[in-house]
T-cell receptor
Framework: DAGVIQSPRHEVTEMGQEVTLRCKPI?????LFWYRQTMMRGLELLIY????????DSGMPEDRFSAKMPNASFSTLKIQPSEPRDSAVYFC???????????FGSGTRLTVV | AQRVTQPEKLLSVFKGAPVELKCNYS??????LFWYVQYSRQRLQLLLR??SRESIKGFTADLNKGETSFHLKKPFAQEEDSAMYYC????????????FGQGTELSVKP
């Protein structure tokens, strides 16, 4: 199993541009989580899905952020328009609903200039 | 409020010295607590889960409900233990989401 796969690994974009981050969870895992990691705020939960359905998006900072999970093997996190303060490492993680441990992806390091 | 606090941003020790990474939590029910580790430029990995009461890589953590703490300990630190350590709480019946502390960077000097 290749684990949780995120793409791209690094993204540098200009302020105002649309950014799309992608995640492929582990096959058979039915819960998916998006986290953001910054020096100031540490790891923050943005949104999570159970069986492709968004359950809690209270951590999504603004309407500029949106996330989708069209099927069990793919999720996207979109920022439109991006701003410099969105610069962070974005992690995706998945787990079985009946399990306890997350498997994290390698993260996407986003830099908005 | 559900909160995890790791009071130390950086902990620096010498190889062979004991290590204790502090974690305190705020939660009204019975918590499920974890320690995650992130080695340099790698993904977060589960280190310990309080229910299993296991020892991984020489690390242990005991849940103290009276002090609402879940400190991570190792009697003799190794250089390869240098990493970021995150304490996390999973609230009951909230879909398995994790609330993380701010993290503590452990630096083990030779």
């Amino acid at each position: 199993d290749a684990g949780v796969i995120q793409s791209p690994r690094h993204e540098v974009t200009e302020m105002g541009q649309e950014v799309t981050l992608r995640c492929k969870p582990i096959s058979g895992h039915n819960s998916l989580f998006w986290y953001r990691q910054t020096m100031m705020r540490g790891l923050e939960l943005l949104i999570y899905f159970n069986n492709n359905v968004p359950i809690d998006d209270s951590g999504m900072p603004e309407d500029r952020f949106s996330a989708k999970m069209p099927n069990a093997s793919f999720s996207t996190l979109k920022i439109q328009p991006s701003e410099p303060r969105d610069s962070a490492v974005y992690f995706c993680a998945s787990r079985r609903t009946s399990g306890y441990g997350y498997t994290f992806g390698s993260g996407t390091r986003l830099t908005v200039v | 409020a559900q909160r995890v606090t790791q009071p130390e941003k950086l902990l620096s020790v010498f190889k062979g010295a004991p290590v204790e990474l502090k974690c305190n939590y705020s939660y009204s029910g019975s918590p499920e607590l974890f320690w995650y580790v992130q080695y340099s430029r790698q993904r977060l990995q589960l280190l310990l889960r309080h229910i299993s009461r296991e020892s991984i890589k020489g690390f242990t953590a005991d849940l103290n409900k009276g002090e609402t703490s879940f400190h991570l300990k190792k009697p003799f630190a190794q250089e390869e233990d240098s990493a970021m350590y995150y304490c996390a709480l999973s609230p009951y019946n909230q879909g398995g989401k994790l609330i993380f502390g701010q993290g503590t960077e452990l630096s083990v000097k030779p």
